[in-house]
């Protein structure tokens, strides 16, 4: 049984770290470990224009603790109105990496993104001739759609359709959690890739609703069945290319999950890195945990792996309950209080 690894140092392909006071506290947990982030852009009001982009960006590094080599990479927010020159220009000026599109209504702070697909065709054609990644929330926000077909049914109605279009697009469908989902990532590589979070690959929908409503475990898209689960850690596991790490780790007050409309996102960037090593050790693929988390994203990414390593080792701690933001404001941690079998030793 191994009981230690070293890796490339890993980055996070999908992390929201929010702003102001939420900022300062959860992006400490992330520059610890990882080497670069796709940090989301769904603040209020969302990033859409390089200026936004930059500020945010300065806004990033000047809240990372000191000495950190950490690197922010930033996305833009997709609306029914983006102009095609302004994502180009940001591209060019290495603000953007990628765009975000989230169907309207999705998930949190959805609100602005996209009502109409065929609004957005020119700029997924312009990212198309210039080699930008297009990041999608894959989730059909259509009322009709019952909330855990809507994975399956945005890829038969909206995906499968954009893939034909636009053939020399590269994209990512972000936080797979059905088995739907990664069987089309699967059979669209290496145009399509995948991210999958740490806990599709630990929770089933029994975890979530069968022993208490927990309502820390709500997320979007939501946590599905055993099955799901399964085909996710194969996924994750298997050393195919097209799957990837991505966190979306997302913390919200803790007052706001715990509301009467609860919001969506888990805070689980203080023991990501260290879930995704005990999925694969309990899959027996811990050969395999490097090309997941440290390798298969640039690829897709086109940018070279971090150069430094981590090394992570079979010990026991215990995660954090919440953390403080900002005087009596908490964030509740996935997994907090729970042992957690393995920790960073070294960088
Ligand atoms: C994310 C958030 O809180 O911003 N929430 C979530 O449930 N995953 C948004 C998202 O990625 O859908
Ligand atoms: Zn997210």
Not at 315 to 325: G, H, L, Y
Request: glycine content about 6%.
């Amino acid at each position: 049984m191994t009981d230690r690894i070293t890796i490339t140092k890993p980055d996070d392909w999908h992390l929201h770290v929010r702003d102001g006071a939420m900022l300062k506290a959860s992006l400490p947990f992330t520059a610890k470990h990882f080497g670069r982030a796709i940090v989301m852009p769904n603040l209020l009001p969302p990033v859409l224009k390089v200026k936004d982009g930059e500020a945010y960006r300065d806004r990033v590094i000047a809240a990372l603790p000191e000495g950190s080599t950490f690197k922010p990479l930033m996305t833009c927010y997709l609306t029914d109105d983006t102009d095609p020159d302004e994502i180009e220009t940001g591209f060019r000026e290495g603000v953007f990496t990628a765009v975000k599109m989230y169907p309207a209504n999705a998930t949190t702070n959805s609100a602005h993104g996209v009502t109409d697909f065929q609004k957005i065709r020119r700029v997924l054609a312009r990212m198309e001739k210039i080699g930008m990644s297009f990041l999608m929330h894959g989730e059909e926000a259509d009322p009709a759609i019952d909330v855990f077909d809507r994975e399956a049914v945005f890829i038969e109605r909206r995906l499968e359709p954009m893939t034909r279009d636009f053939p020399g697009l590269r994209m990512v469908l972000e936080h797979l959690s059905s088995r739907e989902g990664v069987q089309f990532v699967r059979d669209h590589a290496p145009q399509m890739g995948g991210t999958i979070t740490p806990y599709h690959l630990m929770l089933t929908r029994t975890d979530w609703l069968g022993y208490g409503n927990r309502p820390y475990m709500y997320c979007m898209p939501v946590i599905k069945r055993r099955e799901d689960r399964d085909a996710l850690r194969k996924a994750a596991t298997s050393g195919a290319s097209c799957y990837f790490l991505g966190t979306d780790s997302a913390p919200h007050p803790v007052t706001r999950k715990l509301n009467v409309v609860g919001a969506a996102g888990l805070f689980n960037s203080p023991v990501a890195i260290e879930s995704y090593a005990q999925v694969f050790a309990e899959e027996n693929a811990l050969d395999k945990l490097e090309a997941f988390a440290s390798l298969n994203g640039p690829k897709h990414y086109r940018l070279p792996p971090n150069a430094e390593t981590i090394t992570l080792e079979r010990q026991t701690w215990t995660a954090p309950e919440d953390i403080r933001v900002d005087g009596e404001e908490r964030a509740l941690v996935h997994r907090g209080g729970e042992k957690i079998s393995w920790k960073v030793t070294a960088h």
